[in-house]
């Protein structure tokens, strides 16, 4: 803890474990920093964009017109997972959204092709083939 210019500051190191070499950052926050505040700190000192986080935020809302969004959300985040050596935390994101998703005939060949590494689909998706029928 420190003062600057008369503002309590709070540092910290943040430092990924089970990764070699170590990857580790120092900030500074102010005191009057919410928990969230913090949160987000952290993920800007170490280049996480919560990918994860927003594509299970739309699959869990069913908002079907933006599983193409939560895709690329989970693809940024397989390949984030991947390059910080946290294959495990992926697997289990993978079989939380395939026990709680399966039903979801519109999100899940797409999820399946990110899981498999495949990227994602050239095919048009529900939206753009549901307006291809309605313009006929």
């Not at 079907?64 to 984030?80: P, V």
């Not at 998703?101 to 939206?127: C, D, L, N, Y």
Request: proline share 4%.
């Amino acid at each position: 803890m420190s003062k600057i210019k008369n503002h309590l500051v709070y540092q910290f190191k943040i430092s990924l474990y089970e990764i070699e070499p170590c990857i580790w950052r120092r900030i500074q926050v102010p005191a009057k920093y919410s928990f969230w505040d913090l949160h987000v700190a952290i993920q800007d000192a170490v280049g996480w964009l919560d990918y994860q986080a927003m594509g299970l935020r739309i699959v869990n809302a069913g908002k079907s017109k933006y599983y193409d969004a939560a895709i690329s959300n989970f693809e940024q985040a397989k390949r984030y997972y991947e390059k910080a050596g946290l294959e495990p935390v992926w697997l289990e994101t993978v079989e939380k959204v395939m026990n709680n998703h399966a039903r979801k005939h519109s999100f899940m060949p797409g999820f399946k092709r990110v899981v498999a590494g495949k990227g994602p689909s050239t095919e048009p998706s529900f939206i753009e083939r549901a307006k291809t029928r309605w313009r006929k």
